[in-house]
């Protein structure tokens, strides 16, 4: 059995994915071509069922990578609740960065993702552009979205 480090659920050894919260519990071999900065608006904005979503914070760090069920919360919380899984980014500095305990959210609706600002002290931008609060925008392969002044790019894998 292996511990998810993300909800502590006890995930049968050799599973990729936390079966609970959809957290990768061991690094995905990713495809060199969504590290390239390509432009941001020609990505896909598809992503299959068994698709994951790639979170790169900041440069060097390791990516975050989640099969998204239904909602991913993205902010300073860590936990799994009902459908929701809730992405920490304390240890990117996000308070720093002004970064609210539950700033934005990740929304599935089929094969698409939506982004949402969840009332943030600071802010949420979409592509360089301010999201307003409650507005739900549907997102793609490459997008940037900037949390306070915390800058995430999200990458679709297949
Ligand atoms: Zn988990």
Redesign the pocket.
């Known amino acids: 059995m292996q511990l998810?480090?993300?909800?502590?659920?006890d995930?049968y050894e050799g599973v990729v994915f936390?079966?609970?919260?959809?957290?990768a519990?061991v690094p995905v071999p990713l495809a060199t071509r969504q590290f390239i900065d390509e432009d941001a608006h020609t990505g896909t904005d598809r992503l299959g069922s068994d698709g994951v979503l790639i979170l790169q914070v900041g440069a060097e760090d390791a990516p975050i990578m989640v099969q998204v069920k239904e909602e991913l919360v993205l902010g300073r919380l860590s936990a799994?609740d009902g459908g929701i899984?809730y992405i920490n980014l304390t240890a990117y500095g996000a308070a720093d960065r002004g970064v609210s305990r539950r700033h934005a959210r990740l929304l599935r609706d089929g094969s698409a993702i939506y982004l949402m600002d969840l009332n943030s002290t600071n802010g949420t931008h979409l592509n360089g552009d301010p999201l307003p609060s409650g507005v739900e925008q549907r997102i793609r392969d490459g997008d940037e979205i900037m949390l306070g002044r915390l800058k995430v790019y999200v990458y679709f894998k297949a």
Not at 4 to 9: A, I, K, L, N, R
Not at 18 to 23: R, V
């Open positions: 998810c480090p993300h909800c502590g659920y995930n936390c079966e609970k919260c959809g957290i519990l799994h899984t």
